[in-house]
DNA sequence: TTGACATTCGAACAGTTGTTTGATACAAAC
DNA sequence: GTTTGTATCAAACAACTGTTCGAATGTCAA
C-alpha cells in the first residue's frame, strides 16, 4: 500500500528536486508548476497529489532538502574545529568560511542553497521562519558560545553578533550575486577564481573580526 | 501637447513610484499591472499606455530611479572625502560606507535602492546590464582608482576588488536581509541599531581591508 | 466654436495560473 | 478471483495574467 516499486517514490523525488531548482534560480512566483512538472516529467496533478500545493511544495524544500545541507554543513565545521578545548576566534572564522564556501556541498548544491535563502531573506515567508528556528538560531547560539570567551575583551554581545553576520553577508553574496561579481570583476566563477574567493572570505573576516591572529595570512 | 497642468504627469509618476515599492518588496513576478494601478489610483491601461509593457516599466524603475540614486550617493561619497590628494584607504571607506548606509538616501530610500538591486543580482535582467555599465562599473573603476596608490603594497588588483566587494556585500545584506537580521539578532532596525550598524560595517571593513589605520575605532 | 491632441476609462481579449475531478492502471492483501 | 489503496493521466475548472481597443474626457491652439 505505501509504494509501488520504483517509480513512486522517485517521481515525489523528482519534483522536489526539479522544484528546488527552478525555485532557486527564478523565484517562487516566476516558476510554474506546470514547468516544475514539465522539467519532472509527470503530470500538472501531481504536484497537488504529493505536495497538496504550489506553496506546500515551496516549503518542503526547505524542510527536506535546505534543512539537511544545513545541518550537514554545522557538522562540518564542528569536525573542522581543532581538538583542543577553546579553539581561537580565528581557527572558528576558519572553520566556518571552509564549512560554508567550500565544505561538504558541490558547487552546484551550494548554489542552490545560497540563492534559496537569500530569495528567502529578501521575502521571507513561513519557510524563513521554520529554518530560522530548527537550522539558523540553534547554530548562531553555538558560535556565539565558541567565539564567545576568546573574543577581544569586553566586545559586547550585539557586536559579536554583528560580526557573525558580516561573514555570513559575505558568504551569500558571493554565491547569489554572481552575476554582478562576474560583471565587475571581469572574471567567471572557475576553480581558479573559488579558491581566491574562499581565500579572500577568510581573511577579510579574519581582520575584520578585529585583526586577533597572524594566522590571518593563511 | 504636451501635459496637461497637473495630473497628467502626475499619473505617470505615480505608477513609478508605486510599482518601485511594489517591486522592491514583492519582486517582479510577484506584482501584477492591476496591484500597481491600483496603488496609483488609476486604470489597467494605464501602464501600457505611458509605459508600453510590464517589463518597460520595471525597466523604467531601474532608468528613471534606481540610477538617479546611485548617481546621489556617489557624488555624496566624493564630497565626504577630504580635501587632500590622496586620501588613505581608511578614509575612502569611510566615506565610502557612510554614503551607502547613511548618506543622502532616506532609510525608505535605501531600503527600496538595495532591495530592487539585491533581486536583480539574485536574477539578472536587462536591468543590470543598464545599471552596471551606467552606474556600476564606472564607480568602481573610479573607487580602484582612489584606493589603488594607497593600499599595502603588492596587493594584486583582484585583491583589490574583492576588498571592496565584501563591503557592498555587507551594505546589501544589512539592507536586504532586515528580517534574517531581526530573526537572529532578536533586534528591529530602530535608530540605536542602525547606528551600530554603521559603526560596525566601517570597522569591519576598515580591518578587513588589512588593518591599515588605527582610526578603525572611528 | 472648431479641430487636434493627449489622457482616461471601461470592457474585452487570449493566454496562463493553481487546483479539482473522475477515469484508469497497477500492485499487494484477502 | 475480488477488494483495497495508491499513483498516473487527461480534461476541465474558475481566477487571474498582460495587453489591446474604441469611446469618452478634458485641454490647448486656431
Redesign the interface.
Known amino acids: 500500500m505505501t509504494q509501488k516499486i520504483d517509480n513512486d517514490a522517485l517521481t515525489k523525488e523528482r519534483i522536489l528536486d526539479k522544484a528546488e531548482f527552478l525555485f532557486s534560480?527564478?523565484?517562487?512566483?516566476?516558476v510554474s508548476v506546470r514547468e516544475i512538472t514539465k522539467a519532472a516529467r509527470c503530470h500538472v496533478g501531481a504536484v497537488n497529489y504529493h505536495f497538496g500545493s504550489k506553496k506546500n511544495l515551496y516549503l518542503s524544500v526547505f524542510r527536506d532538502r535546505w534543512l539537511n545541507r544545513a545541518l550537514r554543513m554545522q557538522q562540518f565545521f564542528r569536525d573542522s574545529l581543532p581538538d583542543r578545548e577553546s579553539p581561537t576566534p580565528a581557527e572558528v572564522v576558519r572553520a566556518l568560511a571552509q564549512a560554508f564556501i567550500g565544505g561538504p556541498l558541490s558547487d552546484e548544491e551550494r548554489l542552490r542553497h545560497h540563492?534559496l535563502m537569500?530569495?528567502?531573506?529578501?521575502?521571507?515567508s513561513e519557510a524563513?521562519d521554520m529554518v530560522?528556528e530548527e537550522g539558523?538560531?540553534p547554530f548562531?547560539k553555538e558560535l556565539v558560545l565558541r567565539l564567545g570567551p576568546a573574543m577581544p575583551e569586553g566586545i559586547g554581545r550585539?557586536?559579536m553578533?554583528?560580526?557573525i553576520?558580516?561573514i555570513?553577508?559575505?558568504v551569500?553574496?558571493?554565491n547569489?550575486?554572481r552575476?554582478?561579481?562576474t560583471?565587475?570583476?571581469g572574471?567567471e566563477y572557475d576553480r581558479e577564481f573559488n579558491a581566491?574567493?574562499v581565500e579572500?572570505?577568510i581573511?577579510?573576516?579574519l581582520?575584520?573580526?578585529?585583526?586577533t591572529s597572524e594566522e590571518s595570512r593563511g
Open positions: 534560480q527564478k523565484g517562487y512566483h516566476a540563492q537569500a530569495r528567502e531573506m529578501a521575502k521571507p524563513l530560522g539558523m538560531k548562531f550585539d557586536r553578533m554583528l560580526n553576520l558580516s555570513f553577508a559575505q551569500l553574496y558571493f547569489f550575486a552575476s554582478a561579481v560583471l565587475i570583476a572574471r581566491m574567493l579572500h572570505i581573511e577579510f573576516s581582520n575584520g573580526l578585529g585583526g
